[in-house]
């Protein structure tokens, strides 16, 4: 039998590596704290929970996860983006690029991956260089999430809408395109301002950055296949094919994605429709009068600002059916406060930049209230 003091070793062991786990994926922590809170007040039937689940969605964002890490993992972003940089004469002009880089790759392979891809890369620059890392930073957090605005791939939210608004991915991408386009313009426009002219030398820059060509090439097939598979609501043959490919031939493609990110996927679904049935949330929210596109996309960016882009894109589908309204909305929440899109969290985190937070809610908000006003115009007036 332990004794009191191994007992309380244990405990205090098992308390700090719940500790550690809650500052590492806090979203996940908090989703699972609000979880137990529900099932203590109004509870549910444990096995009935995953009947909350959308699973399409879930499982399509499980296959972009695997192709994505295999296309990340086979060196070609990295690669690419060297190439790209490789010219570039000024601040201004490598500030442009980056951001081009960004948007273009979050329309591709979702924000994240794009951020993984972008800021190492400033990173490995600056080592040649002095660059404006924190400036470069944020601007990057906000290409991408005006890039990743454009395609059902971009980002989870556009993921989730995509599947239940029922639009084709053609459609989708002709309804955000405006959206797009004019943030993206109104970014170049800031940057133009925000980056001087100041000459640059980069052409220390003889990264050999090796590429898997054949891992690089089936990723890529694979890609296409099953974006047409989840286009024709077949998001479950396409993970299936594309999960037992990769684990019969590169298991790191699905071993190395980010499953926490799944996990909090299914809990929001969970914890977001649980909270939306409430009595008094649905009475609420339904005084709000989300049926007109206006109310819908101003509850969608507003609500973004204290809860993030992708539960709020997934609590308020309960209340209207305009998924174009929630889209634009949730697309434009992404910016202002950091916790309106995770994006922002994760670009950051990956510039490991001190006092980052005031310059860019100086950017952002500002950012945010301009994309509020250009957004609900573009909603009424195509």
């Known amino acids: 039998m332990p004794n009191a003091d191994e007992v309380h070793i244990a405990r205090t062991s098992v308390l700090r590596k719940l500790i550690a786990f809650a500052l590492k994926e806090p979203v996940l922590a908090?989703?699972?704290?609000?979880?137990?809170?529900?099932?203590?007040?109004?509870?549910?039937?444990?096995?009935?929970l995953p009947r909350l689940?959308?699973?399409?969605?879930?499982?399509?964002?499980?296959?972009l996860l695997m192709l994505t890490k295999a296309i990340e993992r086979s060196g070609l972003l990295m690669w690419l983006a060297h190439r790209v940089v490789h010219h570039v004469r000024s601040e201004r002009a490598l500030a442009c690029l980056l951001i081009g880089l960004a948007v273009v790759l979050s329309m591709l392979v979702t924000n994240d991956v794009?951020?993984?891809?972008?800021?190492?890369?400033?990173?490995?620059?600056?080592?040649?260089?002095?660059?404006?890392?924190?400036r470069?930073?944020?601007?990057?957090?906000?290409?991408?999430?005006?890039?990743?605005?454009?395609?059902?791939?971009?980002?989870?939210?556009?993921?989730?809408?995509?599947?239940?608004?029922?639009?084709?991915?053609?459609?989708?991408?002709?309804?955000?395109?405006?959206?797009?386009?004019?943030?993206?313009?109104?970014?170049?426009?800031?940057?133009?301002?925000?980056?001087?002219?100041?000459?640059?030398?980069?052409?220390?820059?003889?990264?050999?950055?090796?590429?898997?060509?054949?891992?690089?090439g089936v990723a890529a097939v694979l890609f296409v296949a099953f974006v047409l598979l989840a286009d024709s609501h077949h998001a479950g043959i396409g993970l299936a094919g594309v999960?037992?490919?990769?684990?019969?031939?590169?298991?790191?493609?699905?071993?190395?994605i980010d499953w926490a990110l799944l996990l909090i996927f299914v809990l929001m679904f969970i914890v977001l429709r649980s909270v939306a049935a409430l009595p008094w949330v649905h009475e609420t929210v339904g005084h709000l009068g989300l049926h007109?596109?206006?109310?819908?996309?101003?509850?969608?960016?507003?609500?973004?600002?204290?809860?993030?882009?992708?539960?709020?894109?997934?609590?308020?589908?309960?209340?209207?059916?305009?998924?174009?309204?929630?889209?634009?909305?949730?697309?434009?929440?992404?910016?202002?406060?950091a916790i309106g899109s995770l994006?922002?969290?994760?670009?950051?985190?990956?510039?490991?930049?001190?006092?980052v937070w005031l310059p860019f809610h100086l950017v952002s908000i500002p950012f945010w209230l301009v994309a509020g006003v250009l957004g609900g115009w573009l909603l009424l007036n195509r």
Request: aromatic share 10%.
């Open 136 to 216: 470069l930073t944020i601007f990057l957090a906000l290409a991408v999430n005006a890039g990743s605005i454009l395609t059902p791939l971009g980002n989870p939210q556009n993921l989730f809408l995509w599947q239940v608004g029922g639009a084709s991915f053609g459609a989708f991408v002709w309804a955000l395109a405006p959206l797009c386009a004019v943030l993206t313009a109104l970014l170049y426009a800031l940057a133009w301002f925000a980056f001087k002219a100041r000459p640059l030398d980069l052409s220390g820059d003889a990264a050999k950055e090796p590429v898997d060509r054949a891992y690089a």
């Open 243 to 256: 999960a037992g490919g990769f684990l019969l031939w590169r298991r790191d493609a699905v071993l190395k």
């Open 30 to 48: 908090i989703l699972v704290v609000v979880l137990v809170a529900l099932q203590c007040t109004r509870p549910q039937p444990w096995p009935t």
């Open 292 to 337: 007109t596109p206006l109310r819908a996309y101003v509850a969608g960016a507003v609500l973004s600002q204290g809860i993030s882009n992708v539960p709020a894109a997934i609590m308020l589908a309960e209340f209207t059916k305009d998924w174009r309204a929630l889209a634009y909305g949730v697309s434009v929440g992404g910016f202002g406060i």
């Open 114 to 134: 794009a951020l993984f891809v972008v800021v190492p890369l400033v990173l490995s620059l600056h080592a040649l260089t002095a660059l404006p890392v924190k």
């Open 53 to 63: 689940v959308d699973w399409p969605t879930v499982m399509t964002l499980a296959g």
């Open 343 to 355: 994006a922002n969290l994760i670009a950051v985190r990956l510039s490991k930049e001190r006092g």
